[in-house]
C-alpha cells in the first residue's frame, strides 16, 4: 500500500476528531490503492461518504457547543459543504459510469483534507481545547458507528 501521507503535524490535539481524520486517509488510501471490481469499490466510496458526514457533522456539533462562530465558522462550513457536493457528485458520476475511476477523485479528497486541516481544523480545535472541550460522536452516529 502507498501513499498514506498522514503525518503528525496534521493532529489537531482532539482525539475523536484526530482519529476521523486518520480513518478518513485510510479509506482514500483504500481506493487509491485498489484493485477491486466497481462493486467493491463502491462499498468503500459509500463508507468514505458515511464518515466524512460523521465527520463534519462531530465538528459542525462542537462549533455550536463551544459557541465558535463568525466569518471563520461559516467558512469553514462552507468548505464542509463544497467538498461533501463535490464528492457525491464524483460518486454520481462514477455510478454511472461517466468517470471510470475514482482515484482522482480520492486524491482530490486527500489534498482537501490536509489543506482544510491546516487552515480551518487546527484553529478551531485550538479554540475549542482553550475552553477545556473536545468532540464527541453525535446522533445518529453515536447508537450506528460508521466504522
Ligand atoms: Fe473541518
Ligand atoms: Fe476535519
Known amino acids: 500500500m502507498t501513499g498514506f501521507l498522514w503525518d503528525e503535524s496534521m493532529e489537531t490535539g482532539d482525539p475523536l476528531v484526530d482519529q476521523q481524520h486518520r480513518d478518513i486517509h485510510a479509506l482514500v488510501d483504500y481506493v487509491e490503492t485498489a484493485d477491486d471490481s466497481p462493486e467493491q469499490i463502491m462499498q468503500v466510496l459509500d463508507r468514505l461518504m458515511e464518515h466524512v458526514d460523521c465527520h463534519f457533522m462531530t465538528e459542525e456539533q462542537l462549533m455550536e457547543r463551544a459557541g ?11 468548505e464542509h459543504r463544497e467538498l461533501t457536493d463535490a464528492a457525491r457528485q464524483a460518486v454520481l458520476q462514477f455510478r454511472s459510469g461517466e468517470l471510470t475511476s475514482m482515484k482522482p477523485v480520492v486524491a482530490f479528497v486527500r489534498e482537501w483534507f490536509a489543506g482544510h486541516v491546516y487552515e480551518h481544523d ?4 485550538e479554540f475549542v481545547r482553550s475552553r477545556a472541550m473536545s468532540a464527541e460522536t453525535p446522533e445518529p452516529w453515536a447508537s450506528k458507528p460508521p466504522f
Open 68 to 78: 465558535y462562530g463568525g466569518a471563520a465558522a461559516a467558512d469553514h462550513i462552507a
Open 122 to 125: 487546527r484553529v478551531f480545535v
